[in-house]
């Protein structure tokens, strides 16, 4: 089981480097389930792990000039807020509530993975050049807030919400979507962090592993992105997604 765990954390890092995103959903799962880590601790150590994951592909798109910061400053405050108070329902809810709100996450991910190309195609096109406006203002804490409470109760990165929501509301397009969402899910996971710090235990030589196995997922996903088809890969990772989430529905404890 330490060995298949272990290999989920390439898979992981794989889907990160082809898709941009998506993969550090199954984190906690895998965590969890596979490699025999209690809820209370999986939840925090895979902040851990998608805070390092993201902070290498935020750094990545900063120095492509895919990262706008302004934008991601925007949504910062509300993101971090949202993280502390997800972390610390976290820290009083039960383990089976933290799995179910992750499996309902995980099937919103998949639904988004799986058609999320069209949608984003469609508002690319009409919202890119488009600056922040008033009437979206209202949206943006309430949108960084509710993903930074999800990251903080589940161990989620939230990249499937803040992609759309950064095309829609914050006008950008795709490629500085993807690098900005990278940057506010590091503060996420940053706040979630120093707010589980010292109230559970957790293996951190086992984070940096799994960390590291991530990250050579990650080198190698980047290499393969031009190779494969995003479509296909999205798509079938998506059906992976929706298979975990209803598993996780049916027996999560």
């Known amino acids: 089981m330490i060995v298949l765990g272990y290999s989920l954390a390439l898979l992981i890092g794989i889907s990160l480097g082809l898709l941009g995103g998506g993969g550090s959903i199954l984190t906690v799962p895998v965590l969890h389930y596979i490699l025999g880590y209690e809820v209370k601790a ?127 509301l914050g006008g950008l397009p795709m490629r500085k979507a993807v690098g900005t969402s990278l940057a506010l899910i590091l503060l996420s996971c940053i706040a979630g962090v120093i707010r589980y710090h010292g109230t559970l235990a957790m293996d951190w030589r086992a984070i940096a592993l799994f960390t590291a196995i991530a990250l050579v997922g990650v080198a190698i996903g980047a290499r393969l992105v031009s190779k494969v088809s995003q479509t296909v890969l999205r798509r079938g990772f998506a059906v992976l997604v929706l298979g975990m989430g209803a598993l996780l529905l049916l027996i999560g404890r």
């Open 42 to 168: 999986a939840v925090p150590m895979s902040l851990v792990v998608v805070g390092i994951t993201s902070a290498f592909g935020a750094l990545a798109h900063w120095k492509a000039g895919t990262l706008h910061l302004r934008t991601a400053l925007s949504f910062g405050p509300a993101a971090i807020l949202g993280a502390l108070l997800g972390a610390d329902l976290g820290l009083k809810a039960s383990p089976r509530l933290q799995l179910l709100v992750l499996a309902v996450v995980m099937l919103a991910a998949a639904v988004t993975m799986f058609y999320g190309s069209v949608f984003l195609s469609a508002s690319t096109a009409t919202t890119a050049t488009i600056p922040i406006t008033g009437g979206r203002l209202p949206l943006i804490p309430l949108v960084g807030g509710a993903v930074g409470v999800l990251t903080g109760f589940a161990g989620v990165g939230g990249g499937f919400i803040y992609v759309p929501a950064l095309v829609v």
